[in-house]
């Protein structure tokens, strides 16, 4: 079945740590996206990316860092300059940026120890 | 003024129940709306997409598109416990832009 796959579901951070959120689409999209998804705040967009070494910044880029060496994968990392970042995150890929829906993920929570 | 606004809820309807979710826009270049499903702990799915105004029926969900109004529905008929979710609209307009999400609208449908 393709479809996206996001890991850990769970995720713990202590405080000045970096972490790593995985997020693999066997759908053969070319284009991915980051979302972080507060209570009461809808989707946000963190980053995506058309291509596979291109990237965007989206609203909440500051305290995030993104590659994209391949096409099925796009990581993000959440650094220690990210001063909240206890959240829901959400990974979606798309055919294409331009007029597509985006299929997403099953996300990872993210909180501080 | 936000991009779009969506009314939070939370709504809760009988089951069998007509349910009708709406959101509004404010950027006249939208053309390309659609519609998610998101259960607690999980991503959205993608319920419906539309292009332009006009209506888009599937199964006992429909999409309406009013631009002259800059308002997007759905319904959903005879609505069932299973349909208890969060409520996503979300729209771009024509080119390389991103989605723009409304908040969503949590929905509970009681048996």
């Known amino acids: 079945d393709g479809g996206i796959t996001q890991s850990p579901k769970y995720l713990f951070r202590k405080e000045g740590q970096n972490v790593t959120l995985s997020c693999e689409q066997n759908?053969?999209?070319?284009?991915m996206y980051w979302y972080r998804q507060d209570p009461g705040q809808g989707l946000r967009l963190i980053y995506y990316?058309?291509?596979?070494?291109?990237?965007q910044k989206g609203d909440i880029a500051e305290g995030y860092s993104v590659s994209r060496e391949k096409k099925e994968s796009f990581p993000l990392t959440v650094t220690s300059a990210q001063k909240n970042p206890t959240a829901f995150y959400l990974c979606?890929?798309?055919?294409?940026?331009?007029?597509?829906?985006?299929?997403f993920g099953d996300g990872t929570r993210l909180s501080i120890l | 003024q936000k991009e779009v606004e969506q009314d939070p809820g939370p709504l809760s309807v009988p089951e069998g129940a007509i349910v009708s979710l709406n959101c509004t826009y404010s950027n006249s270049a939208f053309q390309y709306f659609m519609w998610y499903r998101q259960y607690s702990r999980k991503g959205p799915e993608l319920l419906m997409y539309t292009y332009s105004s006009g209506n888009k029926e599937d199964g006992r969900f429909t999409a309406q598109v009013d631009k002259s109004s800059k308002y997007i529905s759905l319904f959903i008929r005879d609505s069932q416990p299973s349909d208890s979710a969060t409520y996503l609209c979300a729209m771009t307009r024509s080119g390389n832009t991103p989605l723009v999400f409304g908040k969503g609208t949590r929905l509970s449908v009681i048996a």
């Open positions: 759908l053969n999209h070319d284009a």
């Open positions: 979606a890929s798309s055919t294409s940026t331009v007029n597509q829906p985006q299929h």
């Open positions: 990316s058309q291509i596979v070494n291109d990237f």
